[in-house]
């Protein structure tokens, strides 16, 4: 909740979700009286049990269709990866506030001095994310998906598109690859992909709304969100927003297309240094505020992603993309198959650490052009490996993460 800290000035407001106000303030909140000061004086406290049903009604008022609570956390902690609700944050001029009386009613109030407070309702309906249904949607082949895909990877390869912007340092010898390697432990030996790097974001949703906007941050692959200045534009690449387009329809059906919904990615260009090699991208958890990934490969080149889930969500494995993971896997020299076996045994250890999970499966998917995996890459630990493959077929892969409420 946002505490009011004075009716005349709404410049610093802080937030201490664990506080609550005492009685007398809470009726001064709800009766509403004109040119009163309201602020919480710390006076009694909100269980944390109750926090979730505060962040589902915040959730239902900014318009998202389903409740995601990582979301509602960094919405509340200044979109900070990894903090605590019970921090005390202080808060941009503009934003509206959030309160709670004693009763458990809340309450919302608009940014200026001459706002009221207004009673929120809770919602009629309202859907909780991942709730009843699968957390993970895989599509193994779409016709269109493969047209679209094949031509924005080869759109962004070619040499006459628009030059596209990597992350990293631009010396010679350095070339903006990026190899990634595990810092946890110095004597892992297997073998890590090597690849550029590119944040992308939506145009069109930017020039919508820049009157309103007075800075857009993508969500980046780095752990914290990036200036457009640094980053490339989809819509700038004809078959980039053709396959955005695409996307939208084929997996968010109840997208009003007339809207443009704000989505970022992070574009992997490979750069085949390992292509005689099986190759592994070291397991983690994208950052909390990253609700959902969408794996599109957009190279010639198929590989695995090896999530592992919890098991109350009861997801079951998908039975070819196993097959064919078993297949290829009874293909490799002994020593490759040992060292695949070696990385989902450290995988499944390292899945229960960070996931905090004494209980999860693991599902393997075969991703390949045309292609879609959507997942809660913020929850299920994942990682992928790629078979080795003969030189001048990439593993490139475009990777979208949409903001579904926001439109």
């Not at 990597?166 to 432990?185: D, E, H, I, L, V």
């Not at 457009?228 to 534009?233: A, K, M, P, V």
């Not at 009874?330 to 990385?343: A, K, N, P, T």
Request: net charge neutral.
């Amino acid at each position: 909740m946002y505490p009011v800290k004075g009716a005349a000035s709404f410049k610093h407001l802080c937030c201490p979700l664990g506080d609550l106000m005492s009685q007398e303030r809470a009726r001064a909140l709800g009766d509403n009286k004109s040119y009163e000061s309201v602020s919480n004086d710390g006076q009694g406290s909100v269980e944390e049990a109750h926090h979730d049903l505060f962040m589902q009604y915040l959730s239902a008022e900014l318009g998202f269709k389903v409740y995601f609570r990582d979301e509602m956390e960094c919405i509340l902690c200044e979109s900070h990866p990894m903090r605590s609700l019970h921090c005390r944050d202080w808060f941009r001029r503009g934003m509206s506030l959030y309160d709670c009386n004693q009763d458990g009613e809340f309450f919302r109030r608009e940014y200026g001095v001459d706002t009221k407070w207004v009673k929120l309702h809770p919602p009629k309906e309202y859907e909780f994310a991942y709730l009843g249904k699968s957390p993970i949607h895989y599509i193994p082949l779409d016709a269109g998906l493969t047209y679209y895909a094949s031509d924005f990877g080869n759109e962004l390869r070619s040499p006459d598109a628009k030059k596209v912007e990597f992350k990293g340092r631009k010396s010679r010898t350095s070339s903006q690859q990026r190899t990634y390697t595990n810092g946890f432990n110095n004597e892992e030996t297997f073998c890590h992909a090597s690849m550029q790097m590119a944040d992308f974001y939506v145009g069109s949703y930017i020039e919508h709304n820049k009157k309103r906007l007075r800075a857009v941050f993508v969500l980046g692959d780095a752990e914290c969100a990036v200036e457009t200045s640094g980053c490339n534009d989809v819509e700038h690449y004809h078959h980039g927003k053709r396959l955005h387009q695409y996307l939208l329809r084929r997996l968010s059906m109840s997208v009003d297309q007339n809207a443009s919904p704000m989505a970022a990615g992070s574009y992997h260009r490979d750069s085949e240094t390992n292509s005689n090699e099986v190759t592994f991208f070291p397991g983690h958890i994208d950052k909390p505020f990253v609700h959902t990934a969408w794996f599109v490969p957009i190279g010639k080149a198929s590989f695995f992603t090896i999530i592992s889930v919890s098991r109350v969500y009861h997801v079951v494995q998908e039975p070819d993309s196993l097959r064919l993971f078993n297949e290829w896997k009874e293909r490799l020299s002994i020593r490759d198959c040992q060292r695949v076996d070696e990385f989902l045994k450290e995988f499944d250890i390292q899945a229960k650490k960070h996931m905090r999970q004494d209980s999860t499966t693991r599902l393997i998917y075969f991703n390949k052009c045309g292609s879609i995996l959507s997942f809660p890459a913020n929850k299920f630990y994942h990682a992928t490996i790629t078979p080795q493959k003969p030189t001048g077929f990439p593993r490139d892969l475009f990777i979208f993460h949409p903001l579904d409420g926001i439109s």
